[in-house]
């Protein structure tokens, strides 16, 4: 559930992430980032946002409505000496949290958020305008896990790549229980 297709006028979402910690007493504290073009997107980040939760079925058990509370431009890195950054490109995040309380249930819960459409500058999607995006987390059933945080990546990745020089990226991420992570790459849907 990476991808979503949707019919709109949006060009605006680069990317995003979302993950949770366990507060203990069921309450858990949802974080999710979306990251916008600036430039190029035309609507606002969504106020609210809503998170779908569903249960191992498949079925929605809870719509959670978050108030935007604003977002930040993010600083342009450049890590390359002789790179000179292009002045059309613009990155803006916000962060989404809330706590919510979900007793435990067979099979544990899927979060998800959803919003089309992805930045219209992208080259390497077909009808790009028609693609949205889908992020989503998964809260283990509390037999398997009890009071498990889930893993949130330690870098962001760079705005800028730049053709024929090479992209070294620590693309890890950290688990605040201690949990062994592990990785895998695969195509996305």
């Not at 949205?132 to 870098?155: F, V």
């Given at each position: 559930?990476?991808l979503?297709?949707?019919?709109g006028?949006?060009?605006h979402?680069?990317?995003?992430e ?9 309450n858990?504290?949802?974080?999710f ?10 609507p606002?980040?969504?106020d609210?946002a ?11 058990v ?5 108030n935007?509370?604003?977002s ?8 390359n000496p002789?790179?000179t950054?292009p002045?059309?490109v613009?990155?803006?995040e916000?962060?989404y949290?809330t706590?919510?309380n ?10 998800s958020?959803q ?7 992208i080259?390497n999607?077909?009808?790009v305008q028609?693609?949205g ?5 998964y ?7 009890a009071?498990n ?14 053709a ?10 950290t ?11 695969c195509?996305?849907?």
């Amino acid at each position: 559930m990476l991808l979503l297709s949707l019919r709109g006028f949006a060009t605006h979402i680069v990317g995003g992430e979302i993950y949770y910690d366990c507060l203990g007493g069921n309450n858990y504290r949802i974080t999710f980032k979306v990251y916008r073009d600036c430039i190029n997107g035309i609507p606002p980040f969504d106020d609210p946002a809503s998170i779908g939760v569903f249960n191992s079925s498949g079925i929605l058990v809870q719509n959670v409505l978050v108030n935007f509370t604003g977002s930040i431009v993010l600083p342009l890195t450049i890590t390359n000496p002789c790179f000179t950054p292009p002045t059309n490109v613009c990155v803006e995040e916000t962060v989404y949290e809330t706590v919510i309380n979900l007793p435990p249930i067979p099979g544990g819960y899927h979060l998800s958020y959803q919003r089309c459409c992805r930045n219209s500058t992208i080259l390497n999607i077909i009808n790009v305008q028609d693609i949205g995006a889908t992020y989503t987390c998964y809260i283990p059933d509390s037999i398997a896990a009890a009071c498990n945080s889930s893993p949130r990546y330690n870098n962001f990745p760079p705005i800028y790549l730049c053709a024929g020089v090479p992209l070294d990226f620590d693309h890890s991420a950290t688990d605040l229980d201690g949990d062994s992570l592990a990785y895998k790459l695969c195509d996305p849907f």
